[in-house]
């Protein structure tokens, strides 16, 4: 019986790799890894923002209306919704004049109970260290 | 001996992503450790048969094919990935299988090293 | 030349735009680029919006990463697809992508 | 009315480039202009037949087909660029040509207006 | 008859994206884009290496070696065997501290007259402004 | 930790590196990152170089752009595939792609 946490770290913006979007849909593949593994045995995500990463937690990203996509905005709610761990890096929401108004800081409007969080980047220097694997993109 | 975790998100030919990825793990193979190799994204053209040899493109398709021999790699494309770009079952690389996104944590977890190349 | 420069990242190019000169220059904002036009980095606009030029961004690919009009510079104006076709017969002889 | 030449090299999904390809297409045949689309490099996914429909991934065959019937849009693929990555003449999406980089010269030769898209 | 040139503008590096390969065979296939034309009408291109793009001009470069893939420095040498004419920014390869010495400047070894020329950006701006079409990568 | 960096690009990714803080840091250049091992742009070199980390280069990406040992910074050291497998296993617990 083990949980291995993987720290998904995205630095890169929401639309001109699938990078972030990979990551998003790999963090939450983690809520079917059981049929992989032995009884017990688990996957914990952590995700993470930031650098220009933080840019794919604005809200209102109409990519579904102009591009038929998925937005990254309803990656991040349904990771949300699935309780994974979500920070965000407060010096870099400073850096890019993000308010935090302007952020998507939670799913209730599809009944998930967990909140991302701003953080200091000392925080994600932490997560990254205490994972067994990082995966940044 | 320790097992090599790898997930590659690059396009084939060009980036030569897929090309470190793919010389990484042979020597990785050649030292004793076994390789997973996790194809997603633009890398899953990488799974594609039938890739014609020229000079001016990376041909990687031989040395995979040297590398299933061993027994100490195996190859893997994300399914989703591969079908929205119109890859389906049979036009896969011998060899190579084809799981959904979780078989990919499913590795990291036994792995003992995982080496993400996220990006295009 | 009439030149019309599509401007698609936010971290590559400037180097290039920085040397180009044209008679008549349209920059356009577009994917990525959009940035430029809406983000002040450390409370300042993208030194590109200080060049002699004309400036656009693609209001689809604004949209798609959460900004709208009003996040625009003041500076910019934001024109369609639909816009983007006419800028390219009608105002500028040569097209670049960067 | 004049005549658009794009080329677009970037690979399909993620980038969005062949997606604002298509679109600028759509945009210019809807106001009676031509366009040409060339297809290179990694570009040449597009041409790939068969793309299966998710709402993760672009899917740009169905505004393609349907700029196909207003017989101002022809779209043609690097044939030695989609050799390369395994998609023959059998895997390609109908209506789609392919041909050697010289037919995206002379594309160029002829067009009012070229955009070269050339990166990934 | 009329002769259309084609301004290939290459500004990025060799390897990690296929755009500065493909600019080059694209300009080497105007060797036979005749078959498309009408007798008498031309395409003529000239490539003009600037910014971090000079970077594809230097000697030695050992791709086929490495990866099996043919270098963009062969590339070079089969567009000055053709008479195609290539520019190198001076003020860039100055920048990134590159000599002349490490440039291939000329494709004698395989029989080509043709000479690559070091030029300012000013000259490069001048070929941007009187070719028919740019295509810059 | 034990973090092994594979920086693979010379125009992104020093913003990451800039910050990232490990007991013991190695940064492995490969692909477009050799030129931080090998171009002193305006006569400086990569700032990078000044970070407290242990720095290899790929020589088979060095050779592919040009470059040979000798080009090399000497605060750099050549390795190979072979090499860099070692390093992974043996020296590092953590691996990131940059």
Chains 1, 5 share one sequence.
């Not at chain 1, 004049?97 to 932490?126: C, F, R, W």
Request: hydrophobic share 40%; proline share 1%.
């Amino acid at each position: 019986m083990a949980t291995k946490r993987l720290g998904f770290i995205i630095r890169g913006l929401p639309y001109k790799t699938e990078a972030s979007r990979l990551a998003m849909t790999h963090a939450i593949a983690s809520q079917s890894v059981e049929i992989y593994l032995e009884d017990g045995d688990m996957v914990e995500p952590v995700v993470c923002f930031v650098g220009d990463g933080v840019l794919n937690c604005l809200k209102n990203q109409q990519a579904m209306k102009h591009y038929g996509i998925t937005s990254l905005e309803q990656h991040i709610k349904n990771s949300l919704l699935l309780d994974l761990k979500v920070l965000i890096c407060k010096e870099d929401i400073e850096r890019l004049g993000i308010k935090e108004a302007s952020l998507i800081m939670d799913a209730e409007d599809i009944g998930g109970e967990t909140k991302a969080q701003i953080v200091p980047y000392s925080e994600i220097q932490k997560e990254m260290e205490s994972v067994d694997h990082l995966l940044l993109s | 001996m320790g097992k090599l975790t790898i997930g590659c998100f690059s396009s084939l030919v060009g980036s030569l992503s897929l090309d470190f990825a793919v010389k990484l793990s042979e020597a990785a193979v050649k030292k004793g450790h076994t390789v997973d190799l996790w194809l997603s994204g633009n890398a899953t053209m990488l799974s594609k048969k039938g890739q014609k040899a020229f000079k001016d493109y990376s041909h990687l398709q031989k040395p995979i094919q040297e590398l299933f021999t061993t027994g100490s790699f195996q190859m893997t494309a994300c399914e989703a990935c591969a079908e929205a770009r119109g890859y389906h079952k049979e036009d896969t690389m011998e060899g190579c299988k084809r799981f959904s996104m979780d078989w990919y944590l499913a590795s990291c977890f036994s792995a003992d090293r995982v080496l993400h190349i996220g990006g295009d | 030349m009439k030149l019309g420069v599509l401007m698609s990242d936010i971290r590559t190019g400037s180097d290039v735009i920085g040397r180009l000169t044209a008679e008549k220059l349209g920059i356009i904002f577009v994917g990525n680029g959009i940035y430029h036009a809406t983000v002040k980095e450390d409370g300042k606009a993208s030194s590109i919006l200080g060049k002699s030029a004309t400036f656009y961004v693609l209001s689809e690919d604004l949209e798609s990463r959460g900004f709208s009009s009003s996040d625009v510079d003041s500076r910019v104006k934001p024109v369609t697809y639909s816009d983007l076709v006419d800028l390219i017969f009608n105002d500028y002889e040569k097209i670049v992508w960067l």
